[in-house]
Nanobody
Framework: QVQLVESGGGLVQAGGSLRLTCAAS????????IVWFRQAPGKERQFVGGIKWDRGSTKYADSVKDRFIISRGDAKSTVTLTLHSLNPDDTAVYHC????????????????????WGQGTQVTVSS
């Protein structure tokens, strides 16, 4: 059973930064695309961004492009989401997820494309 664990959330003032980490128990983690979604209270789950299995391409939602950065950590079983220029609209629980398909050539923004999910980490941005 693959387990994903997010960490790094917290309370930050508008304009601040946070670094979230997704750690996996899966030895094949490096062969799967990893994405981040977020869900604010009363709102639908929203795609934030993702990184391909080969450390190559990344893809971001328009709302976070140029502010958020996704990278694979030096440790092969981690993916980091760095959030800059945060604003109150970024307040949500952030979840990482692993793709269903190994070595998929693209990053899907559809949650159904991902089979394993973490419990999430809360990010709260105060104005």
């Amino acid at each position: 059973q693959v387990q994903l664990v997010e960490s790094g959330g917290g309370l930050v003032q508008a304009g601040g930064s946070l670094r979230l980490t997704c750690a996996a128990s899966d030895v094949l983690f490096g062969q799967f695309g990893i994405v981040w979604f977020r869900q604010a209270p009363g709102k639908e789950r929203q795609f934030v961004g993702g990184i391909k299995w080969d450390r190559g391409s990344t893809k971001y939602a328009d709302s976070v492009k140029d502010r958020f950065i996704i990278s694979r950590g030096d440790a092969k079983s981690t993916v980091t989401l760095t959030l800059h220029s945060l604003n109150p609209d970024d307040t949500a629980v952030y979840h990482c997820a692993r793709a269903r398909q190994r070595r998929r050539s693209c990053i899907s923004s559809e949650s159904a494309s991902y089979s394993y999910w973490g419990q999430g980490t809360q990010v709260t941005v105060s104005s």
